[in-house]
């Protein structure tokens, strides 16, 4: 069988002054103790970002899917949410940044048959126009022959359901099995300015019966879009939209023109600097690193695509907050997909 567990995280600010700077809340589906930005790559999860901060005594409501791989056992599962893993943010308690939940999920499917499912699902943005990178992978052992859509969203505030076409779309013929391919779509020049929470949906018409139906959706990814913003300073937080190199970014380090999470790595000879390799974000959606945001796990993806958010250098934080409070909340709604064709 195949299922997706649906992860509430609710973040508080619960200080007196407002979080003026962009950070991150994040999410480990199955770690034993709690991941630390030095560790988090290898762990599966995900992330999504706050660029534009939040206020006193707000609250955030996110949503995090994961689908379980085929052939997952039946056990218990540690679940973490971490508020501000890179140490963005000055807080006056940071004791409150990190919540567990454990519980026992069913065994998945197994590999018989076809499955599609979604890789790498990665945004960026140059100029005024946004670039989605995909990578998308039939992991079962039989070849798909039917044509298949792979659809984008452009900006929903929830997960696409079956029937709900993207605003963009292309037809796959097929996918042998064991085989990967790579898209790169553009939502080309002219996007408004603002903030965008895109998805990928791969097969929404249910024309491919899989033995995992639920791993064929990935998002949201964020990204700002901001035309006419000034390039980013060399080696300091960013704290807004700035372009980097070509790339429009709201967070993290520009070394160089090219992005980083936390910490610009550069070489011994600090009067002459040379950015050196480790900790910059994964490929992108224009296909040449850095960018806007990373997924679809953000961590732990296999093949070297985790979308790396970690430096060989220490974060430097910036802002300041009362104590963030996370809420937790998993295995709420557990959404099955059947192997019937509709």
């Not at 660029?51 to 006193?56: I, K, R, S």
């Not at 056990?75 to 971490?82: C, G, I, N």
């Not at 076409?165 to 996007?191: F, M, P």
């Amino acid at each position: 069988q195949s299922y997706q567990v649906h992860y509430l995280v609710q973040v508080t600010n619960r200080g007196e002054d407002p979080v003026t700077v962009p950070f991150d809340v994040d999410i480990f589906f199955d770690a034993e103790t709690l991941p630390t930005w030095q560790n988090a790559d290898l762990f599966v999860g995900d992330y999504q970002s706050f660029p534009v901060g939040l206020a006193p005594g707000a609250s955030a409501l996110l949503h995090f899917y994961w689908a379980p791989p085929p052939e997952n056992p039946t056990r218990q599962y540690m679940a973490w949410a971490v508020v501000d893993i890179t140490d963005s943010v000055f807080e006056t308690g940071e004791d409150n940044n990190s919540l567990s939940y454990s519980m026992v999920l069913e065994g998945t499917g197994t590999l018989d048959g076809v499955n599609l499912v979604v890789q790498q699902f990665l945004a960026s943005v140059k100029g005024a126009s946004v670039g989605y990178y995909l990578e998308i992978k039939n992991n079962g052992e039989d070849d798909i022959l039917t044509p298949f859509r792979l659809d984008i969203y452009h900006d929903v505030d929830t997960q696409p359901d079956l029937y709900e076409w993207g605003d963009q779309s292309e037809t796959i013929q097929g996918l042998q099995a064991g085989q990967t391919i790579t898209r790169i779509i553009e939502w080309k020049d002219g996007v408004p300015d603002g903030l965008y929470k895109s998805f990928v949906f791969v097969d929404v018409d249910n024309a491919v019966v899989e033995t995992n139906e639920a791993d064929n959706v990935a998002g949201p990814r964020v990204s700002q879009v901001c035309a006419a913003c000034d390039a980013c300073q060399e080696d300091e937080a960013i704290n807004s939209a700035c372009v980097c190199g070509e790339e429009t970014v709201y967070t993290g380090f520009c070394c160089l023109g090219q992005w980083y999470a936390v910490g610009c790595p550069y070489g011994p000879d600090t009067d002459n600097p040379e950015v050196v390799e480790g900790g910059q974000q994964d490929q992108d959606g224009w296909g040449d690193g850095g960018g806007a945001d990373a997924g679809p796990n953000g961590f732990g993806s296999s093949g070297g695509g985790c979308g790396c958010r970690t430096a060989g250098t220490s974060p430097t934080a910036r802002g300041l907050l009362g104590p963030m409070l996370l809420l937790l909340l998993a295995g709420l709604l557990v959404r099955r997909r059947t192997h019937t064709k509709r």
